[in-house]
Nanobody, 124 residues
Framework: QVQLVESGGGLVQAGGSLRLSCAAS????????MGWYRQAPGNQRELVAA???????DYADSVKGRFTISRDNAKNTVFLQMNSMKPEDPAVYYC??????????????????WGQGTQVTVSS
């Protein structure tokens, strides 16, 4: 069993900052790409930022220069530092990870995992 648990969402004023965390736990062999997605009401889920196992980040144009993704491989954790938050940033933010897990039969299985989501709200 593999789980992704997010934390750090909440209410922030426009122009303010929030830091999201997502920790993966369970029978993990290795974690490949990790990322953050968001979904606002009425919208499709969209990629916000992603990071490779080697630490190379990629960002949606809408957050470049404001958000920073990072990861701690020793702790199986990915972070999203969100600065200069704007009225268009509110959404449920989801953590995603491409994980190779050990199964009960002694083998390995690669799957895409999602966190439960954390609400981010921006007040004007």
């Amino acid at each position: 069993q593999v789980q992704l648990v997010e934390s750090g969402g909440g209410l922030v004023q426009a122009g303010g900052s929030l830091r999201l965390s997502c920790a993966a736990s369970g029978s993990i062999f290795t974690i490949n790409n990790m990322g953050w997605y968001r979904q606002a009401p009425g919208n499709q889920r969209e990629l916000v930022a992603a990071i490779t196992s080697g630490g190379r980040p990629d960002y949606a144009d809408s957050v470049k220069g404001r958000f920073t993704i990072s990861r701690d491989n020793a702790k199986n954790t990915v972070f999203l530092q969100m600065n200069s938050m704007k009225p268009e940033d509110p959404a449920v933010y989801y953590c995603n990870a491409d994980i190779v897990a050990r199964n009960s039969g002694g083998g390995y299985r690669r799957s895409d995992y999602w966190g439960q989501g954390t609400q981010v709200t921006v007040s004007s």
